[in-house]
């Protein structure tokens, strides 16, 4: 069930149908990377370079190769920021661009069920937040897991497995449940959720692929949430029978 979920939502990526969504999504992933990449460096400029400058003054010439690598660590430092603000990127482009990519896929691969609804705006942007803010505490931890031999990139797949997996799965279930119960059927099936969410972290990991993360990641749990509707058919928060339907 996971692993057709994820070859739907592959072949989807470059179907003719989702072509403006990732061109949107990649541009938009791209713009936010860039702009990033030059805050950040002229934060190093502002606040970094002026202090090692002041605790090495008068560097002999000798000693230029100090200069020489605190340049390099300074550019693997900036390129490692940017690996980890990739996922709160991908929570925040998501919000944005679900809906499109949702309804791109229901009416390519399920063309005879009823469609989904869109999240009022307003509320699809306060998740997006709610759920940048949410990333971002997770990445941090990691951050300081990697220096846990043996622990650090196991950190950043189940963080991000956790954390992405659950809110993109919501974000599709959303769709057609309440919110309240879009949670309550995310929490039923929290392994399956999970290991669909682990997939996400390990197409995350993968350099400038990467890029097409929240493309992929909405495809997969909307193909993921259709797949597990149709096997719990009959799940109500109150247990009561039809009280799930699809929302129209």
């Known amino acids: ?20 969504a990732f061109w949107k999504t990649l541009g938009l992933t791209l713009l936010v990377l860039v702009a990033l990449w030059f805050g950040l460096r002229e934060i190093f400029i502002l606040y ?31 390129a490692l920021a940017l690996a980890l603000l990739i996922a709160p ?3 925040l482009i998501a919000g944005l661009f679900l809906d499109d990519v949702a309804e791109v896929v229901e009416k390519r691969d399920y063309p005879n069920e ?29 951050l300081f897991l990697l ?5 650090n990139l196991i ?25 309240k119960e879009a949670r309550a059927f995310r929490s039923k099936h929290s ?12 197409f995350l990991a993968i350099p400038i692929v990467n890029l097409l993360t929240p493309l ?20 109500t928060l109150d247990g009561g029978a039809g009280a799930n339907q699809l929302r129209r």
């Open 191 to 202: 392994s399956t959720v999970f290991i669909a969410g682990l997939l996400i972290a390990c």
């Open 155 to 179: 950190a950043f797949f189940l963080v991000n497995g956790y954390l992405l997996g659950r809110e993109f799965f919501e974000f599709a279930a959303m769709r057609f449940r309440s919110p």
């Open 89 to 91: 990127i991908t929570a």
């Open 216 to 235: 992929f990641a909405a495809g997969l749990m909307v193909h993921l949430h259709k797949a597990v509707s149709k096997r719990d058919p009959s799940f």
């Open 1 to 20: 069930m996971i692993l057709e979920a994820a070859r739907l939502s592959l072949v989807n990526l470059f179907a003719q149908e989702t072509r403006a």
């Open 48 to 78: 970094a370079w002026p202090w090692f400058a002041a605790f090495f003054p008068d560097l002999p010439e000798w000693a230029g190769w100090l200069t020489l690598f605190a340049a390099i660590a300074a550019g693997l430092g900036l």
């Open 114 to 142: 009823p469609p989904g609804k869109a999240l009022p705006l307003g509320q699809a942007i306060l998740g997006s937040i709610q759920f940048l803010g949410v990333v971002i505490v997770g990445n941090i931890i990691a």
């Open 147 to 151: 220096f846990i031999p043996g622990v």
